[in-house]
């Protein structure tokens, strides 16, 4: 099944984790991929994996929080390939703390990257995607929908994020943009390790776990794809657990 055959895909986060299953997944299904990151290695890495499925890919070194360097790919992206079809937002990071130790530029920091990249992605690309009547998947977290000790600026960040998903569904569905989110938990990827703080409260930690096994990566991307894919079409302006029943 090839869904996104002639479709050209700008992703975010591509060098790992969540990032790099769906930049694998749209490669697999046709997709024509620009991916970008800040870890070069592991970017490339994304890359090579990608053309070995048979995708054209075309890899970036990316700060999302970073106006200019948003510009930039935006620019490169276009000129490499002339239009924009999917936007896949999975760039984000996760930093520790208890709140009342919280550094004020950790917290400026992880905004910075999940909630304000997401916003630059977002706005610079809008534009050509109504012409081609594109799709925009963002990834939240079921932090946005629930409470998580230890990581105020993480679940701030995300609903943010959240927020900005569902106002964009509705200031462009007419114009026939498709918006939506994802809220992944319980997923095997570096964020889900243990925090690297003293004094935690594991009744608290554990608190959104899902209540199935933590499943990889992959199942997300596969989520992103269909709300990305025609079939996913009429969904727009929503949000879509992906935690085992943790929320249920």
Same mark, same amino acid.
């Given at each position: 099944?090839?869904?996104?055959?002639?479709? @050209? /895909? !700008?992703?975010?986060?591509?060098?790992?984790? %969540?990032?790099?299953?769906?930049?694998?997944?749209?490669?697999?299904?046709?997709?024509?991929?620009?991916? /970008? =990151?800040?870890?070069?290695?592991?970017?490339?890495?994304?890359?090579?994996?990608?053309?070995?499925?048979?995708?054209?890919?075309?890899?970036?070194?990316?700060?999302?929080?970073?106006? =200019?360097?948003?510009?930039?790919? /935006?620019?490169?992206? #276009?000129?490499? !390939?002339?239009?924009?079809?999917?936007?896949?937002?999975?760039?984000? %990071?996760?930093?520790?703390?208890?709140?009342? $130790?919280?550094?004020?530029?950790? !917290?400026?920091?992880?905004?910075?990257?999940?909630?304000?990249?997401? !916003?630059?992605?977002?706005?610079?690309?809008?534009?050509?995607? #109504?012409?081609?009547?594109?799709? *925009?998947?963002? /990834?939240?977290?079921?932090?946005?929908?629930?409470?998580?000790?230890?990581? &105020?600026?993480?679940?701030?960040?995300?609903?943010? @994020?959240?927020?900005?998903?569902?106002?964009?569904? @509705?200031?462009?569905?007419?114009?026939?943009?498709? &918006?939506?989110? &994802?809220?992944?938990?319980?997923?095997?990827?570096?964020?889900?390790?243990?925090?690297?703080?003293? $004094? *935690?409260?594991?009744?608290?930690?554990?608190?959104?776990?899902?209540?199935?096994?933590?499943?990889?990566?992959?199942?997300?991307?596969?989520?992103?794809?269909?709300?990305?894919?025609?079939?996913?079409?009429?969904?727009?302006?929503?949000?879509?657990? *992906?935690?085992?029943?943790?929320?249920?």
């Amino acid at each position: 099944m090839e869904r996104f055959e002639n479709k @050209v /895909v !700008f992703l975010t986060g591509a060098a790992t984790g %969540i990032g790099e299953a769906t930049a694998k997944r749209m490669a697999g299904e046709g997709a024509s991929l620009y991916i /970008v =990151d800040v870890d070069k290695s592991e970017l490339e890495k994304t890359a090579q994996d990608c053309r070995r499925l048979g995708a054209n890919v075309e890899s970036e070194i990316c700060d999302v929080s970073d106006e =200019d360097e948003v510009t930039g790919s /935006v620019k490169n992206m #276009l000129e490499l !390939f002339g239009k924009v079809n999917v936007v896949a937002n999975v760039a984000g %990071i996760q930093l520790w703390h208890h709140t009342s $130790d919280h550094p004020t530029s950790d !917290f400026e920091r992880t905004l910075a990257v999940n909630l304000t990249g997401t !916003f630059l992605v977002c706005r610079e690309l809008i534009p050509y995607l #109504l012409e081609t009547r594109g799709s *925009i998947v963002n /990834v939240s977290s079921t932090t946005a929908l629930a409470g998580i000790p230890y990581s &105020v600026a993480y679940a701030a960040s995300k609903a943010g @994020v959240l927020a900005l998903t569902k106002s964009l569904a @509705v200031e462009y569905a007419k114009k026939g943009l498709q &918006v939506n989110c &994802v809220n992944p938990g319980g997923i095997k990827t570096a964020m889900t390790r243990m925090p690297p703080i003293e $004094d *935690i409260d594991m009744d608290l930690l554990l608190r959104q776990n899902p209540l199935t096994p933590f499943v990889e990566p992959e199942a997300v991307a596969s989520l992103i794809a269909y709300l990305a894919s025609d079939e996913g079409r009429h969904i727009n302006g929503e949000h879509v657990r *992906i935690d085992g029943a943790a929320l249920a």
